[in-house]
């Protein structure tokens, strides 16, 4: 046990060093000893208990620091965050989203010859808030799914590629085949050839761009094309979100389809041979399929809300702690 003239020192030093920021060379002055004294007097005092030193993360970084952990934590490359004041309101985070990946594209796919793109309504928005560049005409925009309804937007994805393709003076491949269609059904020799076609693109793609979507709802199923049994097994099975048509579970597996549909899709398993690959997905009911997304490389950059982000701060955080 130390004696009470040495703890007084002890806690004198310690206080000068680790709160008041002198330096040892200071307080070796201001003390009248060593140096090398101080460093052995700094470090008693911590095996003395009269130093705790803990480390933790800020409780409010902001928007470069967020992303910065946000990317290390998913091991992402980048992580691109757009502002918004109610992470509760949808409508305000898929607008944001979309705004900040329009603005996000042309500096993430210079360079680029062929980049596939995928569906969704955040998708949809980005393409109608896309400024209009010059990115070659070389560049060409390809379909990674095939089409779904008749009356929703947003899995209109020949829309969605013209209208990116036009704003970016780029080239359009469209397809004319639905997403889902029942086995046995023979198509045209004509679309065969456009999806020998396509999936040449496929093979050579620099690029994609996709949506994200949360867990399904019981309610009603946004691909109209899938029966209401499909519907109920898909959310039987745990789905935590989809991407491109195919919707994967908790261990990143995809339920399978193939027992009564056939599917245009391009395969998300290959999205990881694929150099840059952006998500935009936002919302706290999608915290899961991005945490599944990026374990399971779905995707390498991540267009996101501030909401969201630092809900997924908070979780890391939390994990630390739990840790320590």
């Not at 491109?244 to 990143?252: A, C, E, K, T």
Request: charged share 25%.
């Amino acid at each position: 046990m130390a004696k009470k003239p040495e703890i007084t020192l002890l806690y004198r030093i310690a206080k000068s060093y680790y709160i008041d920021k002198l330096s040892q060379s200071q307080i070796a002055e201001m003390e009248n000893i060593s140096r090398s004294q101080i460093s052995r007097l700094l470090e008693r005092a911590e095996k003395l208990g009269l130093v705790t030193i803990s480390v933790s993360l800020p409780e409010d970084p902001d928007m470069s620091e967020l992303a910065e952990s946000v990317a290390k934590w998913l091991r992402l490359k980048e992580v691109v965050i757009a502002p918004v004041e109610d992470p509760d309101n949808r409508e305000a985070v898929c607008e944001a989203i979309a705004v900040a990946a329009a603005q996000y594209l042309p500096r993430a796919l210079k360079g680029c010859r062929t980049v596939g793109l995928g569906w969704g309504k955040t998708m949809y928005q980005m393409s109608l808030r896309m400024s209009y560049r010059n990115m070659g005409d070389e560049l060409v925009y390809v379909p990674l799914v095939g089409l779904s309804g008749t009356s929703n937007p947003y899995l209109q994805i020949n829309t969605i590629v013209d209208r990116v393709a036009e704003r970016h003076r780029a080239v359009s491949y469209f397809i004319g085949v639905p997403v889902f269609r029942a086995r046995g059904y023979d198509l045209p020799e004509i679309e065969e050839k456009r999806i020998g076609k396509l999936e040449q693109y496929w093979s050579t793609l620099d690029a994609a761009v996709i949506g994200l979507g949360g867990k399904p709802n019981k309610e009603g199923f946004f691909v109209s094309e899938i029966d209401e049994a499909f519907s109920a097994a898909i959310t039987a099975a745990g789905a935590v979100g989809d991407c491109l048509s195919q919707f994967f579970l908790g261990d990143g597996s995809v339920f399978e389809f193939k027992s009564k549909y056939q599917q245009i899709a391009f395969d998300i398993h290959r999205l990881k041979n694929i150099k840059n690959v952006i998500c935009l997905a936002g919302g706290r009911d999608k915290i899961d399929g991005i945490l599944v997304g990026a374990k399971n490389g779905f995707f390498n950059t991540l267009v996101t809300d501030s909401g969201t982000a630092r809900a997924f701060y908070d979780i890391f955080r939390q994990r630390g702690a739990e840790e320590t």
